[in-house]
């Protein structure tokens, strides 16, 4: 029964693979969000969706692209990785004013 | 672009008050602050938010200055499962978003 599920909780991989990380929530929400958190503990915006529409678009790169099949969903596709994208990348819901966060998914580029 | 400055740790023992200060002197009228907290490395958690009243939950108390410049968390009796990075969030409000930017947060330390 948890709320917002993200997998893999961990991600290995190399340099200039593609990989993909997976988000679910079943509390019903229609906004989701993806935040990255650097290893000084720094949580950043990266995208927003609402009802499966994307309303927030930081700057960040290209190779990475959302995906929100259905409002309870909101993947996130990272082309070509990079050493610098190694961080946990949170998933998070929101209903009114307070977000709901996943458990993380901790990716590390070789 | 962090809109929320905190500083970077602060100790408290078992039992006490803990009372975690946070700068935000650039917010707007219409921009809320939330807190969070961080326990280890798990999803961040939701705490208190408010505008410009001073709010109190099951968990914390926000206490908000009057020019809405800073604010103050306050946990009334901290326990050693209070342990954790505590940050300090201004939302902003678009005409179909909502932003939230966290600021570096403050690891506060419970000690027994």
Same mark, same amino acid.
């Given at each position: 029964?948890?709320?917002?599920?993200?997998?893999?909780?961990?991600?290995?991989?190399?340099?200039?693979?593609?990989?993909?990380?997976?988000?679910?929530?079943? #509390?019903?929400?229609?906004?989701?969000?993806? =935040?990255?958190?650097? $290893?000084?503990?720094?949580?950043?915006?990266? &995208?927003?969706?609402?009802?499966?529409?994307?309303?927030?678009?930081?700057?960040?790169?290209?190779?990475?692209?959302?995906?929100?099949?259905?409002?309870?969903?909101?993947?996130?596709?990272?082309?070509? #990785?990079?050493?610098?994208?190694?961080?946990? =990348?949170?998933?998070? $819901?929101?209903?009114?004013?307070?977000?709901? &966060?996943?458990?993380?998914?901790?990716?590390?580029?070789? | 672009?962090?809109?929320?400055?905190?500083?970077?740790?602060?100790?408290?023992?078992?039992?006490?008050?803990?009372?975690?200060?946070?700068?935000?002197?650039?917010?707007?009228?219409?921009?809320?602050?939330?807190?969070?907290?961080?326990?280890?490395?798990?999803?961040?958690?939701?705490?208190?938010?408010?505008?410009?009243?001073?709010?109190?939950?099951?968990?914390?108390?926000?206490?908000?200055?009057?020019?809405?410049?800073?604010?103050?968390?306050?946990?009334?009796?901290?326990?050693?499962?209070?342990?954790?990075?505590?940050?300090?969030?201004?939302?902003?409000?678009?005409?179909?978003?909502?932003?939230?930017?966290?600021?570096?947060?403050?690891?506060?330390?419970?000690?027994?």
């Amino acid at each position: 029964d948890t709320a917002v599920s993200q997998t893999p909780k961990y991600l290995v991989t190399q340099m200039g693979n593609d990989k993909s990380i997976k988000c679910e929530q079943n #509390l019903g929400h229609d906004t989701m969000y993806w =935040y990255k958190q650097d $290893s000084k503990k720094f949580l950043k915006i990266m &995208f927003s969706y609402n009802n499966k529409e994307l309303i927030i678009n930081e700057t960040v790169p290209n190779r990475f692209s959302p995906k929100s099949p259905d409002k309870a969903h909101l993947n996130l596709h990272i082309n070509s #990785l990079e050493l610098g994208d190694s961080a946990v =990348y949170f998933c998070a $819901s929101r209903r009114a004013g307070e977000q709901y &966060f996943g458990p993380g998914t901790r990716l590390t580029v070789t | 672009d962090a809109k929320t400055t905190q500083p970077p740790s602060m100790d408290c023992a078992e039992g006490r008050a803990a009372n975690l200060p946070c700068n935000h002197s650039t917010i707007s009228g219409n921009e809320y602050v939330y807190w969070y907290r961080q326990i280890h490395s798990q999803g961040p958690q939701y705490i208190i938010h408010g505008l410009k009243n001073n709010e109190t939950n099951e968990m914390a108390s926000l206490i908000i200055t009057e020019d809405r410049k800073s604010s103050t968390l306050i946990l009334p009796h901290a326990t050693l499962r209070d342990t954790a990075v505590y940050y300090c969030i201004v939302r902003v409000e678009g005409d179909n978003f909502n932003k939230f930017y966290f600021g570096s947060g403050t690891k506060l330390n419970v000690k027994p």
